[in-house]
């Protein structure tokens, strides 16, 4: 008996932790947690090696009678292994390809960026540069000559998004195994051929711009300033920025950008777009529509001279124009400001800062024709792709335009009219100017970061200021309350990852690295282009959810996919004929009937078998509630003989426990109809149809003089409380579990509420996740202990007869304050 009961507490361990596992992925599911693969496979691994032992654990008790039950499970382990193995190849692919021979649809063989420019250039016909595309197959062809296709993933698999303090050592290993690595005689071949076809279409060689054009970037999310862009390259250093640009796969923010955004390790494949270098006079972004007044059909259009380098780093602060979609050309807005610095090519190669002439300080870098032929692009590609576009654009020393760029540009959800003042005058206002990136309302302490070292302390719910704007600071942006920044422009990246990871943020303010001191609680207003000093709790707007951003990612897919494996219960009324081990469909389901059957195996031990005391018997309380109970020894008087009644009992948590249950009305008799009774118990046709059933649901309990594990039933309620109470305050403890129910998501969602409130009444350590909570008191005095007990075994069936009347989000709270009125001192 002593060896089936150590199977038994192992089986029950098991069972908790599957359980809390399982409820731990479902809430990942919710879109505010970051996870990455790595996290799946951990979780996936644990799951497996839990259910293996409650599986093993019941054979053991079970005399090996339950080999259909290993069966089964074996058979769902691997069908979720199957998942998490699935991945996308790299299609065999040219190592070069034309930009003339793309389009959207070969995006996973050249990258977003590539397969865009291809799609404007060949189906949208505007002009776009004569280039081409290092695919990503090329990409597999470089890691498989260096034998680093498997290096890759193992790395990576050991940084796990939560743990930034690696971060560092993984990205620089991997970029070292990169530089260290030879490109293939037959890619460098294939690079130098193409450039060289390339050089046959320009009037003199062209030097050459190489911009990344990894897998998904450019697509739905943007990447942007992740990777690497090499500008004006001598064709004797094509081979190693191409390398350059396949090492920027794993620089911190970029591996944290990745894993944040859902991608799994094995799909990062990196394409490169090769074009001539264009000589530009000046360079610029343009949004088709504004983000932050998108229903104004109008283009947003920034400029400054020379490479656009500047215009999307936030260097300098660049000509603004607001410009009419109908009729096109027609400037609704604009603004000037003086530009002193540019960015130019250099003859030999590279690029350098030089003054901008003085003529050209103070004057705009677009005439009127050529914002009029920008915002008709703007009105032809919006067409095409269906959605608002971020657009990078050149103007050459000829006066011609050229689209370097277009890719979807992120919106940000539309938003209730606001009611509240412009600036709220009861409280000190430090700043009121700037331009705004990405509206909202945060709050915190101001965190200034000057240097990237700066960033790796970054407190969750801070406030960044800096002066100027940076990509860097996505590895950030999931923990920062609001971004502020002296200088940037709204079309810049980190304007754009901003809007990307809903942080509010305003650009541009000249002075908030001045003005604002480090550790400042401030409040920044990004609907009205203001920073206050303290918390303004009236502008926080905590109704308003973030959307989930992750939904369509490659990870999220995929634990969506591994949790329709293990999640789903489909073993529920224990009377059915399909509840057997061959009825298992996921991991839920072994769950379920490996602790039914282990109760029932538990309590059908012979006399021959018990020893020392412990005992098997029914209680027989008159109570429409059934009852097995086991004696480990001092929990029954002597005396009894297939039945006890409470008053037999003397287990000390049992007592108190069951003293607060019976305590509640309990109908008097069981009724002539079974169907009138049930409507206590069985509210919901759901949970009829489920199989609930008060009279055959049976309950367990295995007690002695001090301890107690109750499993309850009731209808379709299930929980589980055990507590160890003695004179020895060092021993004692009581946990809770509460877990599932039937009825519609928003009742069951208002009925764990309900228990949550109360039980936080009752001060106890709690932990909620989805329909699961979880409650622990320890190291109490006998009395308080034993009223605590009473305490849940009221509130056990106090929410089971609450089904039917929470209908409403008031009616919870009103039943909260009756219980805590009536029960809780």
């Known amino acids: ?103 959207l649809e070969m995006a996973d063989l050249v990258g977003g960026k590539n397969a865009n420019l291809g799609e404007v250039r060949n189906r949208v016909h505007l002009p776009v540069p004569p280039g081409f595309a290092i695919s990503t197959y090329a990409y597999k062809l470089f890691l498989d000559y260096n034998q680093l296709a ?76 992740q990777y690497a862009t090499y500008l004006n390259v001598p064709p004797q250093e094509l081979v190693e920025r191409y390398k350059d640009i396949v090492a920027s796969l794993f620089t911190p923010r970029a591996l944290f950008y990745y894993k944040n955004r859902g991608f799994k390790e094995e799909e990062m494949a990196m394409g490169v777009a090769v074009l001539p270098m264009i000589n530009a006079r000046a360079s610029g972004v343009l949004f088709t529509r504004q983000p932050e007044a998108a ?29 009419a979609h109908d009729p096109p050309g027609q400037v609704l807005e604009q603004r000037i400001p003086p530009k002193e610095i540019m960015l130019v090519s250099v003859p030999e190669g590279g690029v350098h800062e030089v003054p901008v002439p003085p003529e050209k300080v103070h004057a705009a870098c677009l005439s009127e024709a050529q914002l009029q032929q920008l915002a008709q692009w703007a009105v032809t590609l919006e067409a095409h792709y269906g959605r608002p576009q971020d657009v990078e654009w050149a103007l050459d ?161 995929t634990l969506k996919a591994v949790l329709q494996e293990v999640v789903p219960l489909n073993l529920i009324n224990p009377q059915s004929e399909n509840f057997t081990p061959e009825g298992c469909r996921t991991l839920h389901d072994i769950v379920r009937f490996a602790h039914e059957y282990s109760m029932r195996e538990i309590f059908k031990l012979t006399e021959n078998e018990v020893q020392d005391g412990r005992e098997v018997v029914d209680l027989d309380s008159g109570l429409p509630f059934k009852v097995r109970i086991l004696d480990l020894g001092g929990g029954l008087k002597k005396g009894w003989k297939r039945t ?77 409380v055990e507590a160890y109470v003695s004179e020895e305050i060092n021993d004692n403890y009581l946990t809770f579990t509460f877990r599932g129910g039937g009825s519609t998501s928003e009742r069951r969602e208002r009925r764990v509420r309900l228990i949550e409130a109360i039980i936080d009444h009752m001060h106890l350590n709690h932990q909620r996740k989805g329909e699961t909570i979880e409650a622990r008191l320890a190291k109490y005095p006998l009395e308080q202990m034993t009223q605590r007990l009473a305490l849940f075994g009221k509130l056990t069936l106090y929410t089971k007869q609450l089904d039917m009347v929470l209908f409403s989000e008031g009616i919870v709270d009103w039943y909260i304050k009756d219980f805590i009125r009536e029960h809780v001192r």
């Open 150 to 225: 498997t290096r890759i993933p193992e790395l990576l698999g050991v940084w796990r998004i939560d743990d930034l303090d690696s971060l560092a050592r993984v990205s620089e290993e991997l970029k070292q195994m990169i530089n260290q690595a030879q490109v293939p005689p037959e890619l460098e071949t294939a690079i130098q051929e193409a450039y060289a076809r390339l050089c046959l279409k320009e009037e003199t060689p062209a030097l050459a711009a190489m911009r990344s054009s990894a897998v998904g970037e450019d697509l739905s999310l943007t990447f942007a300033g």
């Open 1 to 103: 008996m002593a060896e089936k009961y150590a199977h038994f507490q192992r089986l029950l361990a098991a069972n908790n932790t599957v359980l809390a596992l399982m409820t731990d992925m479902e809430e990942k599911l919710s879109g505010d947690f970051l996870f990455d693969l790595q996290y799946i496979r951990a979780n996936v691994a644990q799951l497996a090696s839990e259910t293996a032992t409650l599986v093993e654990s019941l054979n053991n008790l079970g005399d090996h009678r339950y080999q259909g039950l290993t069966a089964s499970f074996q058979r769902i382990i691997k069908e979720v292994e199957e998942v998490l193995e699935q991945r996308r190849e790299i299609q065999k692919a040219p190592l070069t390809i034309p930009f003339e021979q793309l389009n």
């Open 397 to 557: 020393a000829e006066d011609r335009l050229w689209l370097l760029q277009s890719r979807q540009l992120q919106m940000p959800a539309k938003r209730a009219p606001e009611v509240k003042a412009r600036t709220l005058k009861q409280y000190p206002l430090l700043l009121d100017q700037g331009s705004i990136a990405c509206r909202g309302v945060g709050a915190g302490p101001v965190v200034l970061v000057r240097r990237d070292e700066d960033l790796k302390n970054f407190p969750a719910g801070g406030v960044l200021v800096a002066r100027q704007t940076s990509p860097k600071y996505v590895t950030v942006m999931p923990q920062a309350a609001a971004i502020i920044t002296d200088a940037g422009s709204p079309t810049g990246h980190m304007a754009l990852l901003a809007r990307e990871f809903q942080v509010p943020t305003i650009i541009n303010t000249g002075r908030a690295t001045q003005v604002l001191q480090p550790g400042q609680e401030v409040t920044v207003d990004a609907n009205y282009n203001n920073v206050y000093a303290g918390i303004i709790t009236e502008l926080l707007e905590p109704g308003q959810d973030k959307m989930n951003e992750l939904a369509d990612s490659p990870v999220f897919r």
């Open 295 to 323: 229903d104004q059909a109008a283009v947003l259009i920034n400029a400054v001279w020379g490479l656009g380098k500047y215009a999307v780093g936030g260097v300098i602060d660049p000509d603004h124009y607001l410009v």
């Open 644 to 720: 006890v009644r409470p008053e037999q009992i003397t287990s000390i948590p049992f007592r108190a426990f069951w003293q607060g249950l019976a305590a509640m009305r309990w109908p008097q008799a069981k009724p002539a109809g079974a169907k009138s009774f049930s409507s206590v118990f069985v509210k919901s046709e759901e949970e009829v149809a489920q199989g609930a059933d008060p009279y055959r649901d049976q309950s367990y309990v295995v007690l002695s003089r001090n301890y107690m594990n109750f499993s309850i039933r009731l209808g379709y309620h299930l929980s589980t």
